[in-house]
């Protein structure tokens, strides 16, 4: 049987970009952020988006997931071109197809961790039980199986960024985007949040690109993309094997 990898060779880009422009306006200055970008991005692989603060970064991850609007360009994602959906339809297929996970976790206090990955679900017309299953196996996956009655308050920060995977991993989504997860980990729970994020391509087929300025994570990607000043400078293939299935607890 073909892995995700092959398979994805074979089909249309899960992301494609086109020539995409973005400019902000303040007062009477106005910040070119992306400037003509073009991006393909395929299927079960890992893509890591590297460079330093204020190149584009999470400007471009908002675009590709439906989050801000191109001045210019198009955006083609899962054969749909965001461009031309309504806010209505824009919502539901992010809450369809789309996965996030954020640099500050963005838990509620007063939940437990399965409440926390559970309540997304209901909002996707999911039977109970069915949400209950997608919620426990989804933290089974990130290792935290035995800590799901937990509040945010009783985790770790490594342990707080697992729920917030498990949260986006139980929509089981085509498209899981990732805003400088590990960026208020140390290098341990760094290592085991990317080690997660590529398992989840692999083996789900999921498309993942993160976005980092953390250079510990480049030789854990399938695919580095270099940005500085809006647009992409290198894209490379690192030579050492990717993150491993080890250090996840289970």
Do not use: W, Y
Not at 6 to 33: C, D, W
Not at 50 to 58: I, V
Not at 59 to 78: E, F, H, N, P, W
Not at 173 to 194: H, R, V, Y
């Amino acid at each position: 049987m073909p892995t995700a990898t092959a398979a994805a060779q074979t089909r249309a880009p899960a992301l494609l970009a086109e020539g995409i422009s973005k400019a902000f306006m303040s007062g009477h200055q106005r910040t070119q952020v992306l400037d003509g970008l073009t991006l393909s991005l395929d299927a079960g692989e890992l893509t890591l988006i590297s460079g330093p603060s204020g190149c584009g970064k999470s400007t471009l991850l908002a675009i590709l997931s439906g989050l801000q609007k191109v001045d210019s360009g198009r955006v083609r994602a899962l054969g749909s071109e965001l461009g031309q959906l309504d806010l209505r339809a824009l919502e539901r297929f992010r809450l369809q197809h789309t996965g996030f996970v954020f640099q500050g976790f963005n838990l509620f206090p007063a939940l437990s961790a399965f409440e926390q990955v559970e309540l997304p679900l209901n909002h996707m017309g999911l039977s109970r039980n069915e949400a209950r299953r997608r919620a426990q196996q989804s933290l089974e996956e990130v290792g935290l199986a035995h800590r799901m009655r937990l509040r945010p308050s009783e985790l770790s920060g490594g342990e707080k960024q697992r729920v917030a995977i498990a949260r986006a991993l139980a929509k089981e989504p085509e498209l899981l985007f990732a805003d400088e997860p590990t960026s208020a980990l140390d290098a341990a729970n760094g290592q085991m949040i990317i080690d997660i994020l590529h398992r989840i391509a692999r083996t789900h087929g999921t498309t993942v690109l993160c976005v980092s300025h953390d250079p510990r994570l480049v030789v854990h990607a399938d695919r580095v993309l270099a940005m500085e000043d809006g647009r992409i400078l290198s894209d490379q293939r690192p030579p050492t094997p990717a993150a491993q299935d080890n250090g996840i607890p289970s």
